[in-house]
């Protein structure tokens, strides 16, 4: 018993007596809640599968019998095809009965009623009406007559007016009115068949009565008249008469329009009694349903109220009883524990003259104070020692500030001069580059990096230590940013002569949030120091890295990055400290391989910002594995994937001599929707084609091509995956070659699209996000005006909706014809059109539109948007004279990013008729005039002499491929001036001598000479402002 009541003297035996009564309280409130529940959710239960169903299936059953009332009477009416659907309204009547009945809310005996009635309803309707009478002999008839009373009939009028001729000789007074009789005898008789199939009666009696007055009067004009001609006449009248004669009795005896004409007062009949008995039948089932669903619903609505009345007056004792406690535990309990708190944070702050209460109370308070007081008689022995170990404290944390802050300033000091040269070498990529500028920049940029890496580590280590690192959550473009991270590196993999291998596990979604930043400083130190020290081997190095998912929940995914390598590895004693700063495997690593030390203490750290963990598995001499584990939330769309290549009509077969491409290729094409074939090389010579096209993906291209059936060569496609790192991609006739080490998902879609003509190969001028950014297109403000022709009404308003959020207008044309007539009207800045359409279709469209942009001395561009997938279809398109192709289904991003290429700038300078782009005084000569004018003399001076060499080759004999070197070097010099237009008609010539399209190459040839005189003059003002 003592220890009971010791225990009740305590706090937590009161708060244990408080929480069993409350505890009490609510779960006898939870039983009686569930049995209230119960309640309603058995009469929920009993409504959802009792009365809904049976009353929606009454309404549907009056549906039914309606519609099939209608197909009686469509029938009827000509339309044989209603039996069919008669009958299968039927089986949806016994579907709807079947459901009335097993949600039994309806008695068997209404069942059965309503099942004898239906039978009444559709034997009247089969044996008397479907049975009885067919449609099919009316459409006949009606068929029958007209084609006789359009052949025969008319052949007989014709021959009764010959007879009326007859008048006019010898026995014109006799003859007179025996032909005009006979004639309207005719008439009569085509008039008879036509309203026989109308429905007339009696039709049959006077149409043989005209028959044989007809014989009569043949055989006497044949008795009056004894010329042979008139003989001959009346015969021919005679035979075509007979032939009206059978025609009309196989009429009267095949259909018979007294039929039509009964079973329309059958069905007047059944519409009367048997379908108004069901219908009456289904209407009070149906009424008697909604007032059994009426009445259960009040009950649950009752129910339902004296259930919320419950819960709110069991909630409202619970409060009231929480009320008391808490006011018995405030005063009891929290009142001299906020007391001894305060008398505490006296006692830390350095008052030891503080008076501690309650130390006489035998409960927990009680022992907290007199601790309390113990606390401060110790405290108040150590303040003098305390106050040293204070000043010691501040001076060592005083030291380590200073560093981190003059680390952090000089880093930013430093960083603030890179980011301005690396921003600049970015801006300077975004204009028209020759090759050798862009491998110069690369290196300046590649450069840079690699100082402000170094800078970087600094930076972000001093940020650690001071506790002022952050990451964020953003969208993380995951497949984009880990291709650019292995891009950047993939040269120097390659200069190291190191086999670098990627995998993304396509099943991971394109998009979640995450920090891209940090992301790829993680991955740029851990590769490159895989990189770094697989390097000087005496083997061949290698480094891989492979993304799949680890782990995935309904909001997040966790994501395992593997980088392996078979470098020098690490010792396990040395594992341990690898993350420490400025700490590397061994003493001699820095001299051997160079690096900071801090790498991979800033990649742990941020790691571990950002919720994740990294872990390192190493052999030496073998290589190292580090395993990093980050978990992303979903962005918007989680199920977001790449968009798959559809192929039609082509096979695809693999041949591949790596291990790496063997393994992980499959999975890709899977993802791009790309059924293939493992190609067998014993069975290649005589390769047997089912489709009319083939492609074949190799890393052996040679040995396959000194295979190939000759019988096949213009069939087959090749993808050649080549060993190098970020090659340019290299066009041949039949082959197209990307880069396969590493392989990249991007890359292999691209080059798929690429060889089955679904995009262009051509290398266009890469553009930054800002210059394609997308404008909504606000009033009175536009950036050109578009011709869009398309048959199709969906893919036009989509279009429209496109080039609209583009900041685009836009005329549309249903079909060519029409977009001739519109192109008239209007004076657009390019044309979008179908390849095939009605009418006119795109080709067709596109001669014409030159045709006439000859004769205006004006040209736009035109844009090939079809959805014909087949290898062929690109060079197809620019042989007719278009000049680029977008195929469907069509991306925003792509056809922003053709509309820039094509469509004339907004800040522009025009004289002449020609347009300037004044815009590369700032991004390409830094707002410096004095250099773009020096550049427009060396212009006119060096290269349009070439220019106007080049335009004058239509008129004689040329070679293909030098007219193609020519324009590739000349395109350039243009775009670096801003002459635009120039730069795409160069860029034509190029891309029609590459493929050997000869007429629409002399057209862009006639158009470059037409324009270089209107260049030649604005150029010349120009230098003549200066």
Not at 428 to 451: A, C, I, P, W
Request: glycine residues 4%; contains cysteine; negative net charge.
């Amino acid at each position: 018993m003592g220890y009971f009541i010791t225990k009740w003297q305590m706090i937590s035996g009161k708060i244990t007596i408080a929480m069993v009564a409350i505890a009490a309280i609510v779960v006898t409130k939870a039983i009686l809640s569930f049995q209230l529940y119960s309640q309603v959710q058995e009469n929920n239960a009993t409504i959802s599968r009792q009365n809904i169903p049976g009353e929606l299936a009454s309404i549907n059953l009056l549906d039914v019998i309606g519609d099939m009332n209608a197909d009686m009477l469509h029938y009827i009416l000509g339309d044989a095809a209603r039996s069919e659907s008669f009958d299968q309204n039927r089986e949806q009547f016994f579907h709807y009965l079947d459901v009335i009945e097993k949600s039994e809310s309806v008695d068997i005996n209404t069942v059965q009623e309503l099942s004898s009635l239906f039978f009444q309803f559709e034997n009247r309707v089969k044996l008397d009406i479907f049975s009885f009478y067919d449609p099919n002999d009316e459409i006949w008839a009606r068929a029958q007559v007209t084609s006789m009373v359009d052949s025969t009939g008319q052949s007989l009028l014709n021959l009764s007016e010959k007879v009326q001729v007859l008048e006019s000789n010898a026995h014109a007074s006799k003859l007179s009115l025996q032909s005009d009789e006979l004639f309207e005898l005719i008439n009569d008789l085509n008039m008879q068949m036509k309203v026989y199939v109308l429905g007339a009666q009696g039709v049959k009696e006077e149409f043989s009565s005209s028959i044989q007055r007809a014989e009569f009067l043949l055989t006497w004009l044949k008795y009056i008249l004894n010329e042979p001609s008139s003989h001959e006449l009346i015969e021919t009248l005679r035979a075509e008469l007979r032939v009206m004669r059978n025609g009309g009795f196989e009429v009267f005896e095949r259909y018979n329009n007294n039929d039509k004409q009964g079973v329309l007062k059958i069905a007047e009949e059944v519409t009367g009694q048997e379908y108004k008995q069901l219908s009456d039948t289904i209407g009070l089932l149906s009424a008697r349903l909604d007032s059994q669903m009426t009445e259960r619903l009040t009950v649950l609505d009752d129910l339902t109220n004296n259930y919320n009345y419950f819960l709110f007056g069991s909630i409202f004792a619970v409060l009231v009883f929480c009320a008391v406690v808490i006011i018995y535990i405030y005063r009891s309990i929290s009142a001299p524990l906020l007391t001894i708190n305060q008398q505490m944070k006296s006692l830390i702050k350095g008052d030891t003259s503080i008076k501690v209460p309650y130390r006489y109370r035998s409960d927990e308070v009680g022992e907290m104070a007199r601790m309390l007081e113990a606390f401060r008689q110790n405290q108040i022995e150590r303040n003098q020692y305390q106050q040293e170990v204070i000043i010691a404290r501040d001076n060592a944390e005083s030291a380590t500030k200073a560093k981190a802050n003059f680390l952090a300033t000089m880093s930013h000091e430093i960083r603030t001069p890179m980011n301005g040269i690396i921003g600049m070498i970015d801006l300077l990529n975004t204009t028209r580059v020759n090759r050798e500028q862009q491998r110069m920049l690369k290196t300046v940029r590649e450069s840079s990096f690699s100082l402000l890496n170094i800078i970087n580590d600094i930076l972000d280590f001093s940020k650690i230590e001071a506790g002022k690192l952050d990451v964020e959550q953003t969208t993380l473009p995951l497949r984009e940013t880990l291709e650019n991270v292995v891009s950047t590196l993939s040269p120097s993999a390659e200069n190291a002569g190191i086999i670098f291998q990627l995998y993304i596990d396509p099943e991971l979604p394109e998009e979640v949030l995450g920090d891209p930043v940090r992301l790829r400083q993680i991955l740029f130190n851990i590769i490159g120091n895989a990189i770094k020290f697989s390097s000087k081997l005496s083997r061949r190095g290698e480094v891989s890295l492979e993304v799949h998912a680890y782990f995935i929940d309904v909001n997040q995914i966790t994501i395992q990055f593997d980088i392996k390598d078979n470098g020098i590895g690490i010792h396990q004693d040395q594992i341990s400290t690898l993350f420490t700063p400025f700490t590397q495997a061994e003493s001699d690593t820095t001299r051997r391989f160079g690096g900071t030390g801090l790498g991979l203490s800033i990649s742990k750290h941020l790691t571990e910002l950002m919720g994740g963990e990294i872990s390192v598995n190493s052999t030496v001499g073998i290589g190292t594995t580090f395993s990093i584990h980050l978990t992303f939330p979903f962005s918007q769309d989680p199920s977001n994937r790449v968009n798959p290549v559809h192929i039609a009509e082509t096979q695809v077969y693999v041949d591949l001599s790596t291990d790496w491409l063997n393994s992980h290729l499959p999975s890709y094409l899977k993802t791009l929707c790309v059924p293939w074939k493992k190609l067998d090389r014993q069975l290649f010579p005589n390769l047997k084609l089912t489709d009319p096209h083939c492609i074949i993906i190799t890393d052996s291209l040679a040995d396959l091509v000194a295979m190939e059936p000759e019988a096949l060569h213009d069939s087959i496609k090749y993808l050649e995956l080549l060993p190098q790192a970020n090659i340019s991609s290299q066009i041949s006739e039949r082959t197209f070659s990307i880069s396969a080490q590493p392989l990249k998902l991007s890359n292999l879609r691209y080059g798929l699209r690429v060889v089955t003509g679904m995009e262009s190969p051509f290398d266009i001028a890469p553009h930054t996000e800002e210059q394609l950014e997308i404008k909504e297109l606000s009033s009175g403000e536009s950036k050109g005006l578009i011709l869009v022709a398309e048959d199709n009404p969906v893919n036009q308003e989509v279009i429209k909706k496109q080039l609209k959020a583009l900041g685009y207008e836009c005329k549309l044309a249903d079909e060519g014809l029409q977009a001739q007539a519109i192109y008239e009207q209007y004076d657009f800045d390019l044309v979008l059109t179908d390849c095939h359409m009605p009418e006119c279709d795109g080709y067709e469209l596109t001669s014409a539109i030159r045709q006439k942009q000859i004769e205006k001395g004006r040209r736009i561009p035109i844009i090939a948007v079809t959805a014909n997938a087949m290898i062929g279809e690109a060079k197809k398109c620019l042989t007719a004279g278009m000049d680029d192709y977008l195929p469907k289904p069509i991306e925003l991003e792509k056809l922003k990013r053709m509309l820039h290429d094509w469509m004339p700038s907004s800040d522009t300078a025009t004289r002449s008729g020609v347009a300037m782009n004044l815009e590369v005084v700032d991004t390409v000569f830094g707002g410096d005039m004095n250099a773009y004018k020096q550049s427009v003399n060396d212009f006119m001076q060096l290269s349009f002499p070439q220019y106007q060499a080049l335009a004058d080759v239509e008129s004689e004999e040329f070679e293909m491929s030098v007219v193609a070197n020519i324009a590739h070097k000349l395109k350039s010099s243009a775009s670096t001036i801003g002459l635009d237009e120039l730069y795409k008609l160069t860029q034509e010539i190029e891309n029609h001598s590459k493929l050997g399209a000869k007429p629409p190459l002399l057209n862009t040839l006639a158009q470059l000479k037409s324009l270089l005189p209107k260049i030649e003059s604005l150029l010349n003002s120009q230098n003549n402002e200066t």
